[in-house]
């Protein structure tokens, strides 16, 4: 059986437990206290099977999304008002009637801190490393935080006015109808130990790729970037392969710029610009720059002669836009003569967007500088400039040798850091394409140069043949700056698994200050309700558990069970809490509610809650396919 379908089976199956003994919760008090229980159905709709036992009609649907006891004297029967029906529900005292309403939420709640406490024996569940952290993995460069200084590695300490606690904080900012944010955090030198605190105000703005109506301030948050090994068939064509990266080996370094998420290494890759050492004022820097095609800067006749020529002596045939360079005119010792013009000035103000960051080493080259290294490979005249720059290359420091051991969720985020010997990384990068370059330092190493290419072309090796498309490589191939550039390695990369096992007393109190968050975000508006799931919705979140783990599935139906327990209690009259305000409005009036009245105030919430339960699932639905 595909487990796919298993897991929705068994989904289903477990809503439908929460649900039954919600109802049973009502059934036994009911019996207790002598009311006359008539059905017990487990789901809606025509039944599947039926059978009876003590006088009880017990009854499976088909749609077993819910359930439902039916007590006696919920209605009028023949005319008899519902209180004049003794074993009826509305025939007993006020207090009976409040134990048979409160038992059903309450032994939802109940189960949901036995689950927890379960979870918190078993050990815990084992989480991604970016569900927890507080360390920003990526900046969008369209985000206010950009022209603020913030970077990746850069940390958030409060998020929208609350102390931040991990992923869930940008997804709760991102549904919330919020018109800005509050957002406090540090900016992070890690190779220097500083902390600069910030405190910012920022506009929400739409999210690219999301559903419509979520918001971003353009942060996601950091994870590890795990190298998974190479795929036995298609490993050998990955532009990786030879690069001397293992399995387990953590990617921390990229082109000059630390890195602190897959996302941020995919940034970097797609950037299709060259790492330079470059001597300044009798000093070595690195620098990056964009990597561009001659056909679009403004070139004079005798560039364009001098580049020819260079062509010439390299022996190439491909036609003259097949060439790449940098924004800068060089002279034949690899002198920084001039800053080169592009012919299209929206091109200019794209690459200027790609290359947008906080990182210090994203500056432009200086008159005079003398350019040393180009992605770590020595440089001594403009010819051998040009040769170097005909491919776009990324430099990558991994670190070696680590734990993959789990951590505790509370130490993650010192583990992520302190793994990293950052006096190392700086000594190892700092002389990169110098005469003192180094290979490794402690457990970190400088891969060779990996030359990035499309999944296309990734494909076409796998197909084809390495020859036959180094091949076509020689003969010139028409190549479009606009299209995206990926690293691939043959394998996915993942994050590190952390052990999330806080108290069940603290999951118990998180899980009802979520649920009371999102009651007072629907009634303010500021949470719309297409972001609630229904009964599709929560099969799906189950099902997903099940696919992580056992515990994960449980922590899921403990969560669902609280909440099905907490919403039931809310003081809306087709729900228990309902039936608790009426009995104690009856207990402190001494009056009761007649039959007509009730249905006047319930009869206006059952459609509500029908068109309420109707609008998630098709949200629900909706999600399914996006």
């Known amino acids: 059986m595909n487990f796919d379908i298993l897991h929705i089976i068994l989904a289903m199956l477990g809503l439908s437990f929460l649900v039954f003994i919600h109802e049973l919760g009502h059934y036994l008090v009911a019996k207790r206290v002598g009311m006359r229980v008539e059905v017990f159905s487990i789901g809606f709709g025509k039944p599947i099977y039926t059978w009876m036992k003590d006088g009880v009609k017990w009854q499976v649907c088909y749609l077993l999304f819910g359930g439902y006891v039916k007590i006696a004297g919920m209605e009028k029967e023949g005319g ?3 209180h004049l029906i003794k074993d009826g529900f509305f025939g007993k005292k006020p207090i009976d009637r409040i134990k048979v309403a409160i038992m059903g939420p309450l032994v939802n709640i109940v189960f949901a801190f036995l689950i927890f406490t379960m979870i918190w024996v078993l050990g815990g569940r084992e989480k991604r490393f970016e569900e927890f952290t507080n360390i920003i993995g990526w900046v969008d460069p369209t985000s206010e935080l950009i022209q603020k200084g913030v970077k990746p590695g850069d940390t958030i300490t409060e998020y929208g006015g609350k102390k931040f606690t991990g992923f869930k904080d940008l997804i709760y900012g991102g549904v919330l109808n919020s018109d800005t944010i509050e957002i406090q955090g540090d900016k992070v030198n890690y190779f220097t130990n500083d902390k600069v605190p910030y405190q910012y105000d920022l506009q929400g703005y739409p999210m690219q790729g999301a559903l419509k109506g979520i918001k971003t301030i353009g942060v996601v948050p950091a994870n590890y970037v795990i190298f998974g090994g190479f795929d036995p068939k298609m490993g050998q064509f990955s532009p990786a392969y030879g690069s001397g990266i293992q399995q387990g080996d953590r990617v921390v370094w990229a082109n000059g710029e630390p890195i ?3 996302l941020e290494l995919t940034k970097v890759v797609n950037r299709d610009d060259v790492y330079l050492a470059v001597e300044r004022d009798h000093k070595v820097i690195h620098l990056r720059v964009p990597r561009v095609l001659l056909d679009d800067l403004q070139l004079t006749l005798q560039q364009k002669d001098e580049f020819l020529d260079w062509k010439r002596a390299l022996g190439m045939n491909g036609a003259q836009e097949e060439l790449y360079f940098i924004p800068y005119e060089i002279d034949v010792l690899g002198v920084v003569k001039d800053r080169l013009s592009y012919i299209d000035y929206d091109l200019m103000n794209e690459e200027n967007l790609d290359t947008k960051s906080s990182f210090m080493i994203d500056q432009p080259l200086q008159r005079n500088d003398r350019i040393l290294a180009v992605n770590g490979q020595s440089v001594a005249n403009g010819l051998e400039i040009f040769s170097e720059l005909r491919a776009n290359k990324v430099l990558l420091v991994v670190l070696r040798n680590r734990s993959e051991k789990p951590v505790l969720w509370t130490d993650a985020n010192s583990q992520f850091i302190e793994s990293v010997n ?22 970190l190493v400088l891969l060779r140069p990996i030359e990035p290419k499309t999944y296309e072309q990734f494909l076409s090796l796998g197909k084809k043949g390495k020859e036959d498309y180094e091949l076509k490589i020689a003969k010139g191939i028409k190549h479009d700056h606009k299209s995206p550039q990926y690293l691939f390695v043959g394998s996915g990369v993942s994050d590190q698994r ?14 009802i200050l979520e649920t009371w968050h999102t009651v007072s975000s629907l009634v303010t508006g500021s949470l719309s309700p297409k972001w609630l799931s229904g009964p599709v919705g929560i099969v799906k979140v189950i099902e997903q558990g099940l696919g992580i783990g056992v515990t994960e599935a449980l922590y899921w139906m403990g969560l669902i069970s609280l909440n099905l327990g907490i919403i039931n209690l809310l003081p809306i009259p087709v729900l228990d809490g309902g039936h608790i305000c009426f009995s104690l409005f009856e207990m402190i009036t001494k009056k009761r509610i007649s039959s ?11 459609v509500l809650m029908v068109a309420f339960f109707i609008y998630v699932t098709f949200q629900d639905i909706i999600r399914l396919f996006l």
């Open 596 to 606: 007509k009245a009730l249905e006047k105030i319930v009869f206006p919430f059952v």
């Open 422 to 443: 950052w006096k190392d990384l700086e000594e190892l990068t700092e002389n990169i394409g110098t005469p003192e370059a180094l290979s490794s330092k402690g457990n």
């Open 80 to 82: 008899v008002e519902p």
């Open 260 to 262: 602190f998420s897959a």
């Open 498 to 511: 952390v052990i999330y096992n806080p108290s069940p007393v603290q999951v118990f109190q998180d899980v």
